[in-house]
C-alpha cells in the first residue's frame, strides 16, 4: 500500500484546495463493483473505492436462529462488520471490536428501511461485510455492497442504498475521503435511497459549522446518484451474463 502521507503534507494540500490523490475536492475516488462473486451465497457483492475493499455477502432469508429471536412480523437482518486481520498496515485483533459491533448496527440502520422485511415473518436475513484493505470509507463501501448483495440475492427492496463520506476542512467541501484525510476532517457519512429521494443515514464527527449542512448534503446527495448508477450498472452487467450463460 506504500506509507501514509504525513498528516503535514495532507494538511497543507487540503489548505490549497489540493489533495495527497490528485483528486479534485469534489471528485470519489474510482469505484468499481462486481455482484455475484461467492456462489453459494444467494447474495454476494465486492466494492472498492480507491484502496478501501469491501466482500459483502448475504445468505437467507432462512429460518431465524435462534427461534426465539424471531419476529412473527418480519424478518430479522442481522449485519455483521467485520474487518480482516489483513485489512491494516498493522495486524488487526481478530476479536469483534466496539466499533465493529457499532458500525454493524449504523450498516443494518442505513440498509433496513430499503428492505420489504415484513415480507418474510419470522426468517432471518444475514449480511456479512467484511473489509479486505481499509483506506477509509469502510462503512460506505460496506453499504454500497450490502444492497447490491441483497438486491442480488432477490430480497424484495424498494430502493438501492448508495453511500458516501463528505468531509470539512478549513472551509472546504470534500468527497469521499481517504483514511489520511479521514483522520484531518470533519468526516459526514451519509446513504440514501436515490429513486426514492431519502436519507437513511447521517453520522457526523468532529465540527463543521452549522450554515454549511445543506451544500454538504447536496455534494453527498450529488455523489451517491453516480454511485447508483454504478450500482445499477453492475447488477445489469451480471444479469446480462447470466442471460448469455443459459443461452
Ligand atoms: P470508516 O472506515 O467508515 O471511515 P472510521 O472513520 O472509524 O470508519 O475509520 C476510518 C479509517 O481508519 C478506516 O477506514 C481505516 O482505514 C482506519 N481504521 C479504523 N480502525 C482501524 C484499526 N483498528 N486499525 C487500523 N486502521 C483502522
Request: net charge neutral; hydrophobic share 45%.
Amino acid at each position: 500500500m506504500g506509507m501514509r502521507p504525513s498528516r503535514e503534507e495532507v494538511e497543507e494540500l487540503l489548505r490549497k484546495g489540493k489533495r495527497i490523490d490528485g483528486r479534485g475536492l469534489l471528485d470519489p475516488r474510482p469505484i468499481s463493483m462486481e455482484v455475484g462473486v461467492v456462489e453459494r451465497a444467494e447474495g454476494s457483492a465486492i466494492v472498492s473505492m480507491g484502496k478501501t475493499r469491501v466482500l459483502c455477502v448475504v445468505r437467507g432469508p432462512m429460518e431465524c436462529v435462534p427461534s426465539h429471536l424471531a419476529d412473527p412480523e418480519r424478518a430479522i437482518l442481522d449485519v455483521a462488520y467485520r474487518m480482516a486481520t489483513f485489512s491494516t498496515e498493522e495486524r488487526k485483533s481478530p476479536s469483534p471490536s466496539r466499533r465493529e459491533i457499532e458500525l454493524s448496527k449504523v450498516i443494518r440502520e442505513a440498509l433496513e428501511p430499503a428492505i420489504f422485511l415484513e415480507e418474510y415473518p419470522r426468517m432471518m436475513i444475514r449480511v456479512y461485510c467484511l473489509v479486505l484493505q481499509a483506506d477509509g470509507g469502510t462503512r460506505t463501501a460496506s453499504i454500497n455492497a450490502a444492497s447490491l448483495a441483497l438486491a442480488y440475492a432477490g430480497i424484495q427492496m424498494q430502493d438501492l442504498v448508495a453511500s458516501v463520506a463528505v468531509g470539512y476542512y478549513d472551509g472546504k467541501i470534500l468527497v469521499d475521503l481517504n483514511a489520511a484525510e479521514d483522520d484531518l476532517c470533519a468526516d459526514i457519512p451519509m446513504a440514501m435511497m436515490p429513486a426514492h429521494n431519502k436519507i437513511t443515514l447521517l453520522q457526523a464527527d468532529h465540527i463543521f459549522p452549522v450554515d454549511r449542512i445543506d451544500e454538504i448534503i447536496k455534494v453527498g446527495v450529488m455523489t451517491m446518484r453516480r454511485i447508483y448508477e454504478l450500482q445499477r450498472d453492475a447488477l445489469k452487467k451480471k444479469y446480462v451474463e447470466v442471460a448469455k450463460s443459459v443461452g
